[in-house]
C-alpha cells in the first residue's frame, strides 16, 4: 500500500485493475484504491509479471503492507520482485512500540519519543491507530493490565468494522486527514510568513492576446502563468522545494507542484503538477484541468499524491486579498495567491490603475530564512513581468 | 435551435460543472458563479460544455456577457439566430 500524502495510514483496496499472470510495465495503473480523500489510481513502480495479489478487494490494510508479488519480465533473469507502488512507501513506523506523543501516526519517520511504554496487544495497537485513539491515556483490562482491542474500541467510543472496511466516511475522513497533517504542521514547523504585491498587467495583457484566437477549450487561466513562475522560482531558490526530515532540510530533484483544489462538497485536496519547471505554461494548464476534473471526480493517481515537493494555494476566486497558507509536512514553503484585482500603482512618480494579486509565502524557518524567502517571491514577481518566456 | 433547446443545453452543461446544485430552481438572473460557487476553472469548463452542445466558441472578450442563466440564454439565442 502505497503512501499517498504524509497524512495517510491506510487505504483500502477497491479492485484490482490486473490479473494474476497480467505484464505490466512501469507506470501502468494496478489497482484502485480509497482513501480518507479520494480514489486513487496506483501505478506499478517497474516492470514485470503479476504472480500474487495478496490483498483482496474490500480489504483495508495500512501503509506499507505488500500488495501483490510480481515476477521478472518476460525475458529477464528470474528475480522475484514486490509490486512496488510508484510512489516509493515512506519508512513506516507500524508497528509502533512507543505510544507518540499525540496520535500522529504515519509520520515519514518515527521520531523518538520519551513517552513511556505501553502494553498493548498488536491488535490493539492497529485498532487503536486505525480509530486515532493514543494508547497511553486508554485504560486496559487485559491479562496484566495489558490494552486490548476491546480496550481501545471502548476508548474510541464505537465499534469498529472488522477487518474489511465499509465504504469510508469520506467527508469524515478528509476532514480527520486535514486535522492531522494541519496540527502536526502549526504543532513542529516554525512558519514565517512573507508577502508581495505583484503587477499582472505584462501577464494578463499577454495572456488575452494568445486566448483570443484560441477556442475555449485551449485557453489559458491566470492560474497556468501564477504555476509556471512559482516552478522556475523554486529552481532559482531551491531551499523552498524540498522535505524537511530527520532534522535537515532534503532539496527535491523534481518541481513538483502540489495544487490546492477545492472539492465542490467540502474538503480538499492537493495533488501533485508533476515537473512544473520542465512544462510550458499551456502544459502546465492542460494538467492542472485534467487534474482539477479528476479531483473533483474522485480520481486521482498514486503518483500525483504525496509527492509534491511545495505547494500552491489560489484562493483569489473566492475574493479574499491574501492567503497566508499553512505548510504541509514534511514540505517548506507553501505560495498563495490572493485575488486580482484592479489597483492603484504609482510607478516612476505617476499613479495608474493596474491589476494587481498579492503573493505570500508561508515557509519553515528550519529550512530557509526570510532573506532567502524574500529573493523566491521577487524571482515569481520578475517572471510574471516576462509571460512571453513562461 | 429554439430558446428551450439553448436552456436545455445550458442547465445540462452547468449540470456536468455542479452536479449537485438544484438547476431548476436556479432564478434567471443570479451569478451564476456566485450562486453555483463556480471557480475560473468551473466556469472555464462550462464554457468548454457549452461549445461542444451548441457548437457556439464564446469569445474571450464576451465572456462576461454569460454571468447569468438568463444572459446565457439570451446570448446564445442571438448567435444561433
Known sequence: MPSLG?????????????????????????????????????????DGVVEELLVAPGTKVPVGALLARLGPPPGAPPQPAEMRPAVPPRPEPIPIEVAPPAPVPAEPTPRPSPAPRVRATPLARRVAHELHVDLAVVQGEGPGGAITRADVERAAGRAVAGATAAAPDRLGGMRRAIATAMARSKREIPHYYLGTRIDLSRALAWLAAENTPR?????????????????????????????????????????????????????????????????????????????????????????EMGSATLTVTNLGDLGVESVYGVIHPPQVALVGFGRIREQPWAIDGLLGVRPVAVATLAADHRASDGHRGARFLAAIDRLLQEPEKL | ????????????????????????????????REVL??????????LQALAEATGIEVPESEVSKLATLG??????AARAG
Open chain 2, 71 to 76: 444572459a446565457c440564454i439570451d446570448y446564445l
Open chain 1, 6 to 46: 504524509a497524512d495517510m495510514e491506510a487505504g483500502t483496496l477497491v479492485e484490482w485493475r490486473v490479473r494474476v499472470g497480467d505484464t505490466v510495465r512501469r507506470g501502468d495503473i494496478v489497482a484502485a484504491v480509497d482513501t480518507d480523500k479520494a480514489t486513487i489510481e496506483v501505478e506499478v513502480w517497474q
Open chain 1, 215 to 303: 477556442p475555449v477549450a485551449a485557453r489559458m487561466l491566470p492560474a497556468a502563468l501564477l504555476l509556471r513562475a512559482v516552478a522556475l522560482a523554486a529552481r532559482e531558490v531551491p531551499e523552498m522545494n524540498g522535505f524537511f526530515e530527520n532534522g535537515e532540510l532534503h532539496l527535491a530533484s523534481a518541481v513538483n507542484l502540489g495544487v490546492g483544489i477545492a472539492l465542490r462538497q467540502g474538503g480538499l485536496v492537493a495533488p501533485a503538477l508533476l515537473d512544473g519547471d520542465r512544462k510550458s505554461a499551456d502544459q502546465i494548464m492542460r494538467e492542472l484541468a485534467d487534474l482539477v476534473r479528476r479531483a473533483r471526480t474522485g480520481v486521482l493517481r498514486s503518483s
Open chain 2, 1 to 32: 435551435m429554439t430558446r428551450e433547446d439553448i436552456r436545455t443545453a445550458v442547465l445540462a452543461s452547468l449540470a456536468e460543472i455542479a452536479p449537485e446544485a438544484d438547476l431548476a430552481r436556479l432564478p434567471p438572473g443570479a451569478e451564476l
Open chain 2, 37 to 46: 460557487d463556480l471557480d475560473s476553472m468551473d466556469f472555464l469548463r462550462f
